[in-house]
């Protein structure tokens, strides 16, 4: 059977921290590299940190990385990303970071140097030219925003 999956993009890495592992696809079909926290960190409840991952990426032009949180971190320790996704630009060679903070209310959460604390989605982008007009066309939904279709309060 022919394989419909698209070639991987090839994304330059540098290593700021030689001695942990490249981001990896914990498993073929990941979308997301797990990124390693290079420090220890303890969280109180309520606490956020950014952490260094010991890597920075050269994307090609018309991509970007995402830093998404991990979703086993967030339901067993409420290990949320404070700016998730967070955006990492194409034209971006600093270490990438990760804004963590533990939501969870009583707990304390501790990472050690080389945990898995997010992962990387590398997406295509599209850029767009803003053309301004006095008018918008109008739509089925037109101005209707938050809870509109009902279900919650409308804002
Ligand atoms: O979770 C993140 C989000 C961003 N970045 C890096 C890469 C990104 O290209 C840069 C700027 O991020 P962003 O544009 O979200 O932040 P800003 O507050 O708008 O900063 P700037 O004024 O530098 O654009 O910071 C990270 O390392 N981790
Ligand atoms: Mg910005």
């Known amino acids: 059977m022919s394989s419909t999956a698209r070639p991987p993009v090839d994304v330059l890495i540098r290593r700021i921290d030689p001695?942990?592992?490249?981001?990896?696809?914990?498993q073929p079909g990941d979308?997301?590299?797990?990124?390693?926290?290079?420090?220890?960190a303890e969280l109180a409840p309520g606490e956020r940190v950014v952490l260094p991952t010991g890597v920075a990426i050269a994307?090609?032009?018309?991509?970007?990385?995402?830093?998404?949180?991990?979703?086993?971190?967030?339901?067993?320790?409420?290990?949320?990303?404070?700016n998730a996704p967070g955006t990492v630009d194409a034209g971006y060679r600093g270490e990438i970071k990760v804004i963590v903070v533990n939501l969870d209310p009583r707990?304390?959460?501790?990472?050690?140097?080389?945990?898995?604390?997010?992962?990387?989605?590398?997406?295509?982008?599209?850029k767009a030219r803003f053309h301004e007009v006095a008018e918008l066309p109008g739509s089925a939904r037109a101005e209707g925003g938050f809870g509109s279709t009902g279900g919650h309060a409308a804002v």
Do not use: K, M
């Not at 001695?19 to 696809?25: A, C, D, Q, R």
């Not at 970007?64 to 404070?82: I, N, Y």
């Open 19 to 26: 001695e942990l592992p490249l981001p990896e696809y914990a």
């Open 107 to 126: 707990e304390a959460v501790s990472f050690r140097r080389g945990d898995r604390i997010a992962q990387l989605v590398i997406q295509q982008v599209e």
């Open 31 to 40: 979308a997301g590299a797990d990124l390693r926290t290079t420090v220890d």
């Open 59 to 82: 994307l090609p032009d018309g991509y970007a990385a995402f830093v998404h949180p991990r979703s086993g971190l967030a339901a067993r320790c409420g290990v949320a990303l404070v």
